[in-house]
């Protein structure tokens, strides 16, 4: 099975601060996925990778950055983290097309 | 940009059969239907993926009529565990297919 691995379940972060997360995937895939989830809003696309080095923007950007400097990894970055990214992350992978996404276990960020 | 619409919410019972149905009236040619099931705190799952017709899985259906603009998931004898957010995706955005935008999903609650 495709594994999509999130470095943390639960993370606290102060306001300010530089945030860094981290997804890594098994299966060489070519896409991977940042969406961030919140209640009542569903899934949002943040930023998408059809390859190493390459990123595009998804719906919503603004305050965050990406990086994908080797196939398998793929990390999400807060530059200033603010109260409003409290947020659940979900990184995703996905080989092309139309194929299935398999997601990893998210992670549970709050700024305070 | 071309959306899916999902029932907010549904209720069932256990053993009954639950269909749940997705609108996606501006589909592409090359678009294809996927469903997720999502449990609190973990990431989407993939159920299943059709282009028409019927297609079935150890898990669920899926039925698709011949002018794909809507879809239907069938879960036969749902059970307490079926408790879950299920989203329907359908292939959006770029030609690529790469960049896809998740609806609201539908909440489904089976009580005993």
């Known amino acids: 099975d495709v594994k999509v691995t999130q470095s943390s379940r639960y993370l606290v972060k102060r306001t300010g601060e530089k945030v860094f997360l981290e997804c890594v995937q098994d299966?060489?895939?070519?896409?991977m996925f940042w969406y961030r989830q919140d209640p009542g809003l569903g899934l949002r696309l943040i930023y998408f990778?059809?390859?190493?080095?390459?990123?595009e923007k998804g719906d919503i950007p603004e305050g965050y950055s990406v990086s994908r400097e080797k196939k398998e990894r793929f990390s999400l970055i807060l530059e200033s983290a603010s109260t409003n990214q409290t947020s659940m992350y979900l990184c995703?992978?996905?080989?092309?097309?139309?194929?299935?996404?398999?997601f990893g276990s998210g992670t549970r960020l709050t700024v305070v | 940009l071309a959306k899916t619409t999902q029932p907010i919410s549904m209720d069932s019972y256990e053993g009954q059969e639950v269909n749940i149905t997705c609108s996606h009236n501006?589909?592409?040619?090359?678009?294809?239907i996927t469903w997720y099931q999502q449990f609190p705190s973990q990431g989407p799952r993939f159920i299943i993926q059709?282009?028409?017709t019927k297609v079935t899985n150890e898990v669920a259906s899926l039925f698709i009529p011949a002018d794909r603009k809507s879809s239907t998931l069938s879960l036969p004898r749902v059970s307490l565990s079926d408790t879950a957010v299920y989203y329907c995706?359908?292939?959006?955005?770029?030609?690529?297919?790469?960049?896809?935008?998740f609806g609201g999903g539908t909440r489904l609650m089976v009580k005993p």
């Open positions: 995703a992978s996905r080989y092309g097309g139309n194929y299935g996404y398999t």
């Open positions: 299966m060489d895939h070519e896409n």
């Open positions: 990778s059809y390859d190493v080095k390459m990123k």
């Open positions: 501006n589909i592409a040619t090359n678009d294809y």
């Open positions: 059709g282009y028409k």
């Open positions: 995706l359908v292939a959006l955005g770029n030609g690529a297919g790469n960049m896809l935008t």
